[in-house]
Structures are given as C-alpha cells and as structure tokens.
Nanobody, 123 residues
C-alpha cells in the first residue's frame, strides 16, 4: 500500500476557499485513480471527487461546481480546491488511491488511504 499524506485542512468560513493537498509516491499519482472522500461525525464516509490517470474527473453532486480536483505529476500531488458554501462541507477529508478500472466513487475500490485532514466550518 502506498503512503498518502494530506495537508491543508483547517477552519474556513462559508464563502472562503481552501486547498487540500495529497502527496503520494510518484508512481501512485501518475498511474492510479486518486480520490477524495470525507467523513463527518456520525455519518458514513462519502465520495467527494476522483481523477483518473488519464485525466477525467468525477465529482459528487454536492460539490460539483464548487470543488476542483487536479493532479500535479511533477510534485506527485493531487489538489482539491474547495469553495466552501455550506457548513456541511466540514468533515475529515481523506485522500485515497485505487488501481485503474475500479469504480472511482466507491470507497471499497481504494486500497491506500491517508490519515485525513480536518476541515472545520463554523456555523
């Protein structure tokens, strides 16, 4: 399993932007599907966004148009740019890697996970 390290979490006000980053081994970032999931207290872990090795991205309906996922192969990093609109965006955000060909929106497709980074949105 690859080691994934997230960063960039913190407290953000509704209407602000925040960028989460995930550093992974170069081969992982270049060849695997990289995804972001989030989990709020008392809730199931849910899909946020994913980017395939060829570039196409997928987003959950709740973040589409507000979050942007990109990959930087030179820095072996994937970045999730968030424009926070709702307090429900507060959660622990996890980066994960899945072998190509698996369903990108399903958590069980991912075999490597980071420790998570907390995003807090004051109500």
């Amino acid at each position: 399993q690859a080691q994934l390290v997230e960063s960039g979490g913190g407290q953000v006000q509704t209407g602000d932007s925040l960028r989460l980053s995930c550093v992974a081994p170069p081969r992982t970032v270049m060849w695997y599907t990289m995804g972001w999931f989030r989990q709020a207290p008392g809730r199931e872990r849910e899909f946020v966004a994913a980017i395939s090795r060829s570039g196409p991205t997928a987003y959950s309906d709740s973040v589409k148009g507000r979050f942007t996922l990109s990959r930087d192969n030179a820095r072996h990093t994937v970045n999730l740019q968030m424009h926070v609109r709702k307090p429900e965006h507060a959660a622990v955000y996890y980066c994960a890697a899945a072998e190509p060909g698996n369903q990108a929106t399903v958590a069980s497709s991912y075999k490597s996970w980071g420790q998570g980074t907390q995003v807090t949105v004051p109500t």
